[in-house]
């Protein structure tokens, strides 16, 4: 086993003491210091620390996921609440760790992250016609699997479906957000969605699908009204702006979107470069030519398909007695 290793006191002496100097070093330079007045203690207020750790567990983030990301002992966000003073190096480390949307757009691959978000992406796509068997592929895992991931109990394990990896969290949202505009083509799955009353994908909004408290948008019979509408709407505002030079931080801002959402949909229409290079071939005057709406047609009518066949049989015997 190798012996530890110690950064050298400019004295030749193991710097182990203190600030990489040993103790006899870092008490003379202390003492010289402060009769010059320019002795930094680098004791720091707590308060500013504490807050942002607060941010990054109400974001999903627990203490050893965020010692991790920080480089520092567990034991130092322990005692965080406690202590009157830390040092600088301690702020600087978690003040940089950004506040996600979802801890999983930051934590490890192997981190566990809560399962709530990618339990309600996969019962959507099975409710839009994706069989699990289907899915179970795409995500290289076994169709035995997609039990825990479509939230119902998992025989002989109590604690199966509470929580998954990031990286599986990850992968499930790439998935959903490929598929979410296309219909699924098997009926069985639209039938087992509409049995167990799992929300369609564009019934969720992609801000909150995530937060344990969202509810889904219940789609109305007007396709104006349908969620899937809002977002090429969305879609399509965002490359409008895009393409007048505007950024995905001041859209984000401006139209009070989660800039992580901005970003991905600027990528998805092929990137900021590509959108503003056609909008300067298209010249002035702009001669647009009509949007390609073949796709969203056959979303729409599926969607009135899925939400007609939800009414209740005594609804419909109800109308028909009116007639």
């Not at 049995?195 to 969202?214: R, V």
């Not at 009070?256 to 503003?276: F, T, Y």
Request: glycine fraction near 8%.
């Amino acid at each position: 086993m190798n012996a530890p290793q110690f950064r050298t006191c400019g004295c030749g002496a193991p710097g182990d003491f203190s600030r990489g100097m040993c103790s006899h070093c870092y008490t003379s330079t202390r003492y010289k210091q402060q009769i010059l007045g320019s002795w930094d203690p680098d004791r720091l207020d707590p308060a500013a620390a504490r807050a942002h750790l607060e941010q990054l567990r109400a974001a999903g983030l627990n203490q050893n996921q965020v010692a991790r990301l920080a480089g520092v002992h567990h034991t130092v966000l322990s005692r965080l609440p406690e202590v009157a003073f830390i040092t600088r190096r301690t702020e600087q480390a978690l003040l940089a760790i950004p506040v996600p949307e979802h801890c999983a757009e930051i934590a490890p691959d192997k981190s566990l992250v809560p399962i709530t978000g990618s339990v309600r992406r996969i019962q959507a796509l099975v409710a839009f016609g994706y069989p699990q068997a289907q899915l179970s592929r795409e995500l290289g895992i076994q169709v035995a699997s997609m039990r825990a991931l479509t939230g119902r109990p998992v025989p002989g394990n109590k604690s199966a479906g509470q929580e998954i990896t990031a990286g599986r969290h990850r992968q499930i949202e790439k998935l959903f957000n490929q598929l979410q505009m296309t219909p699924g083509p098997s009926q069985g799955a639209r039938e087992l969605g509409k049995k167990h009353g799992w929300a369609l994908p564009f019934e969720w909004d992609e801000e909150s699908i995530d937060h344990p408290d969202a509810k889904p948008i219940r789609a109305q019979r007007t396709p104006k009204t349908d969620r899937e509408a809002r977002q090429v709407e969305r879609r399509e505002l965002i490359a409008t702006e895009v393409r007048q030079g505007a950024t995905g931080h001041l859209i984000a801002d401006r139209h009070k979107l989660a800039p992580a959402v901005v970003d991905r949909i600027i990528s998805e229409l092929g990137g900021a470069a590509a959108l503003r290079q056609a909008g300067d071939n298209a010249g002035s005057p702009r001669q647009s030519r009509p949007a390609d709406t073949t796709g969203t047609r056959a979303v729409i009518e599926q969607a009135r398909r899925d939400i007609a066949g939800r009414r209740s049989p005594a609804r419909t015997r109800g109308l028909e007695r009116t007639r």
